[in-house]
Structures are given as C-alpha cells and as structure tokens.
C-alpha cells in the first residue's frame, strides 16, 4: 500500500507563501486566481499492509508527528500496489 498524505493550514490560519504566491501569479498576467494556499504532500509506503492497517498507521502519523492540529488540517489516500 502507499498512503498519499496532503496538509494544508486550516481556514482562517495565516498562510503567507500562499499569499506570496497568489500575488506572484497576479503580476505575471494569471488571472481568475484567488485565496492561494501552500501545503505538504507527504507519500509514505507500507509494503504488506492491508488497507485499514494501512489506514490506522498513517492517521497515527499524521496525529502525532506530521500535522499541527493547531494550524493544519489533512487528508489521505490509500492506493493499492501497482
């Protein structure tokens, strides 16, 4: 299995690369862009493990080491290995 995790500041949390980038985009001509926000994407391989173990671990990663539950929020797939 492979987990595809994506973290990203919550709402309302202060996100200044994506303010920068967002602005950046306004001065090269890209227009209809708004409200940028930047991330983490993190991929994390479990060779062997089924899907709701694969599950349990990555949302125990995501819980105690990778995401700040004060300013971030997540999301993760699982994928089957090709």
């Keep these: 299995m492979k987990a595809q ?3 990203t500041p919550k709402a309302g949390i202060l996100d200044p690369e994506g303010s920068t ?3 950046a985009l ?3 001509g890209i ?3 708004s409200d ?3 991330g983490k994407y993190i991929e ?3 060779p062997g493990v089924p899907r709701k173990q694969a ?3 990555t949302t125990e990663a995501c819980d105690r080491l990778l995401v700040n539950p004060n300013i971030e ?3 993760f797939d699982i994928l089957e290995d090709s």
Excluded: A, D, F
């Design 31 to 33: 227009g209809g862009v």
């Design 36 to 38: 940028v926000r930047m």
């Design 73 to 75: 929020t997540y999301r």
């Design 5 to 7: 995790v994506y973290i």
């Design 55 to 57: 599950e349990k671990i």
């Design 21 to 23: 980038v967002g602005q």
């Design 44 to 46: 994390m391989t479990l």
């Design 26 to 28: 306004k001065n090269l």
